[in-house]
């Protein structure tokens, strides 16, 4: 059964910087796709960032700079290094896997074939 878990979530001050993590089990990373995304409370889900199958990196505008995507296929495990957080950064982060290269899709959330639950950010200003 595939689970994504994702982790890292919390309470931080704008300015701070938090480390989000998305551990997958029964799978493994090589050649798939992976996303961050985020809904915040009364607004449609956003593409964060994302990694193609390809090894391409997708950033959204609003991110650009201050978040890193990585990937640990050894641990089964994504990161998203999130610094310099403001507080329209306040959403719940959640990641998913598929497979694909088109970043403009996956970036929308196509190609994804299992998405996790999500985890909380907070960022008080």
């Known amino acids: 059964e595939v689970q994504l878990q994702a982790s890292g979530g919390g309470l931080v001050q704008a300015g701070g910087s938090l480390r989000l993590s998305c551990a997958a089990s029964g799978f493994t990373f090589d050649d798939y796709a992976i996303g961050w995304f985020r809904q915040a409370p009364g607004k449609e889900r956003e593409g964060v960032s994302c990694i193609s199958s390809d090894g391409s990196t997708y950033y959204a505008d609003s991110v650009k700079g201050r978040f890193t995507i990585s990937s640990d296929n050894a641990k089964n495990t994504v990161y998203l290094q999130m610094n310099s957080l403001k507080s329209e950064d306040t959403a719940v982060y959640f990641c998913?896997?598929?497979?694909?290269?088109?970043?403009?899709?996956?970036?929308?959330?196509?190609?994804?074939?299992?998405w996790g639950q999500g985890t909380l950010v907070t960022v008080s200003s």
């Open positions: 998913a896997i598929g497979f694909g290269v088109d970043l403009p899709k996956l970036a929308l959330g196509y190609e994804y074939d299992y």
